[in-house]
């Protein structure tokens, strides 16, 4: 057995880890010198937490090439901003019958909100398969259209696999539905370009790839694009009026922000625009490749999803033969300090998919900080298990 001393970090397609220094100082500092609470007031402190909030959606607005930062709005969570997207359709695009298209490896993020619609308002739902690599079939997306077809949501890159959708080729083929993509995976390290892709709606979170904290998120909507608020109430703005502002992004920001969050969100962004994407995702792949060509000489280990030679991302789903996936989990925590997930990691139609349903993989997914080194100790780790 070889224990590592220091744990070895392989669960950043749940939430990245250690996070930059200066995203801690940012929030240590936002905290001592300010009060969190923008917009409420027109004292110092208020416009301070103002800035910061504003800085951040221009952050991210760059980030994503939109042109207009209002019309980032932030939320708690990809979730949130998901379920805003998919409830705040229904009565205006989204119809009671009407047709939706996603794809089989959603996280239950998208799948549950629209397996509720199917349930109350009856829509239609069809799932863009999978191709043997385990990468979504885009060019079956015109065989699935319909005149009623009003949403289209796909994950750009799979928490499973990390296989990545072609959101450019949806866009281009996505006709009038109303375009939704979960950036929850590949913000922060795989290009994303609102205008190019036609997206018309991005969602994403800030405690993964954008190295923000939990409790952060939000999403981009495209201008002429009218959603339901998933809450009402105060925003600082238009106070004399007892109904919610009909503008972004005050619409969907009820409630005193998580100004603190949002503060190291915003230093999680400028940390990711200073690296460079480019130099974050060659890393990052960079490792993937190491563990999955590191992988080849066991015996008894069965890889899930896109080869190495492919585009994506570094979250790799495996099973070792004779083990269960809870044990090896628990193996490579406890006897190597190795942290990773097993199971069905939120996305049961996903593996379904790949064929790892009811039991799941065990996932290694290496973020930008991750080092050679962890690859290593990951490999002989698991040599040792698979021995044993």
């Known amino acids: 057995m070889t224990k ?25 500092a936002v905290l001592r010198q300010t009060s969190l ?35 980032i709005a932030f939320t708690c ?28 490896l959603e996280h239950n993020s998208v799948m549950r909100p629209l397996r509720y619609l199917q349930q109350i308002d ?9 191709d043997d690599n385990g990468e979504v079939l885009t060019s079956e997306l015109p065989r699935l259209l319909r005149d009623n077809t009003k949403l289209i949501v796909a ?25 939704l993509v979960d950036a929850a995976q590949s913000a922060g390290v795989f290009p994303i370009d609102v205008d190019a892709m036609q997206i018309d709606m991005l969602a994403f979170t800030g405690h993964k790839s954008l190295l923000g904290p939990t409790g952060s998120g939000g999403f981009y909507l495209r201008k002429g694009h009218d959603l339901q608020p998933l809450k009402r109430g105060g925003t600082g703005s238009n106070s ?59 015996r008894g280990v069965t890889v899930y999803g896109p080869p190495v030679s492919r585009n994506r991302a570094a979250v790799i ?33 996903a593996h379904q998919a790949i064929g790892t349903f009811p039991d799941g993989t065990v996932r290694f997914s290496f973020g930008f900080f991750n080092t050679e080194a962890d690859v290593t100790a990951c490999l002989q780790a698991l040599k040792d298990i698979s021995d044993d």
């Open 240 to 298: 004399e009026m007892e109904q919610q502002p009909d503008f972004m992004p005050d619409i969907f920001e009820a409630g005193t922000p998580n100004t603190l969050g949002i503060a190291g969100l915003g230093a999680g962004v400028d940390f990711v625009m200073r690296t460079g994407l480019n130099t974050i995702k060659k890393h990052e792949q960079h490792l993937c490749r190491l563990f999955c060509e590191g992988l080849t000489q066991f």
């Open 317 to 349: 789903s495996l099973r070792l033969d004779g083990k269960t996936e809870s044990e090896v989990a628990q193996r490579l925590d406890r006897e190597h300090n190795v942290l990773v997930r097993s199971g069905l990691h939120c996305a049961p139609g």
């Open 37 to 71: 609470s923008p917009g409420r007031s027109a004292h110092k402190y208020s416009l301070a937490a103002s800035r910061i909030i504003f800085d951040t959606r221009e952050a991210l607005a760059e980030l994503f090439n939109c042109v207009d930062s209002s019309r």
């Open 77 to 104: 969570n990809v979730t949130e901003a998901l379920n805003v997207g998919i409830f705040g359709l229904r009565g205006s695009i989204l119809q009671p019958g009407d047709h939706v298209i996603t794809t089989a």
């Open 155 to 179: 994950n750009h890159v799979s928490n499973v696999t990390g296989a990545v959708t072609d959101i450019e080729a949806i866009g281009r083929q996505k006709g009038n539905a109303f375009f």
């Open 4 to 28: 590592t001393r220091v744990p070895v970090y392989a669960d950043n397609a749940a939430t990245s880890f250690p996070k930059p220094p200066e995203v801690m100082e940012t929030i240590t």
């Open 122 to 130: 009856n829509i239609t739902l069809s799932i863009l398969p999978i």
